[in-house]
């Protein structure tokens, strides 16, 4: 595809229920990067994939939190008894190997009743 | 924390009129992007200065940084209605060239009005 594709673009679950969302990055980008955004809030780091490396994994803020990305591309971010909290708009970034632009999806709104 | 601070928070100016963001961060970069939000979705880049750089420009776009300020600004000349959304400034780390992780601010809230 031509740009960072995330899924499902809305995802409303019940506190205690676990989610997964999905970032599919722009071909050929080596790093992929998961932020998430509360409302009126700027980004919050929470982890960073860069080719075969041991991923960054400082920015999440519990052990409720884990990502993988699997055969370098698609990454899945698992967020696991969610809670209240936890509502916010997850962003999905790609980077080519050689360029510090970061080229961003249109975000997963996870809502938790 | 690298955290950049823009300023204003909420910034609102008639069409034709010019824009100016402000940016300031803590410790030493090796670049400096700006990013435009429109309705609390996906960031697209707008444009990036290195540290060595003291003024880009892109089309309505002008950029400086002050790295002995540690400050940046974002300028949009002759805005349109369509130039209204968030504009975030973000740094790296600064360590060598290592690509990595991104420090946003809160962001700019620019209302351009018809």
């Not at chain 1, 722009?26 to 932020?35: D, F, N, P, Q, R």
């Not at chain 2, 740094?91 to 601010?105: K, P």
């Amino acid at each position: 595809g031509a740009g960072v594709s995330q899924s499902p673009s809305n995802k409303v679950t019940e506190k205690g229920k676990d989610v997964e969302l999905r970032c599919d990055p722009i071909s050929g980008h080596t790093a992929l990067y998961w932020y998430r955004q509360s409302l009126g809030q700027g980004l919050e780091f929470l982890i960073y994939f860069q080719g075969n490396s041991a991923p960054d994994k400082s920015g999440l803020p519990s052990d409720r939190f884990s990502a993988e990305r699997t055969g370098g591309s698609v990454s899945t971010l698992t967020i696991q008894r969610t809670q209240q909290e936890d509502s916010a708009v997850y962003l999905c970034a790609s980077s080519s190997p050689t360029a510090y632009e970061q080229y961003f999806g249109p975000g997963t709104r996870l809502t938790v009743t | 924390s690298q955290q950049g601070e823009e300023d204003p928070q909420a910034l609102s100016i008639q069409e034709g009129e010019n824009a100016t963001m402000n940016c300031s961060y803590k410790t030493s970069i090796n670049n400096l992007q700006w990013y435009r939000q429109n309705s609390g979705r996906g960031l697209v880049h707008l444009i990036l200065i290195r540290s060595n750089e003291r003024e880009k420009h892109s089309g309505r776009l002008r950029v400086t940084l002050d790295t002995s300020k540690k400050s940046s600004s974002l300028l949009i000349t002759a805005s349109r209605a369509a130039d209204t959304a968030s504009y975030f400034c973000a740094t790296d780390e600064g360590r060598g060239s290592t690509l990595g992780r991104l420090y946003f601010g809160r962001g700019t809230q620019l209302t351009v009005w018809p």
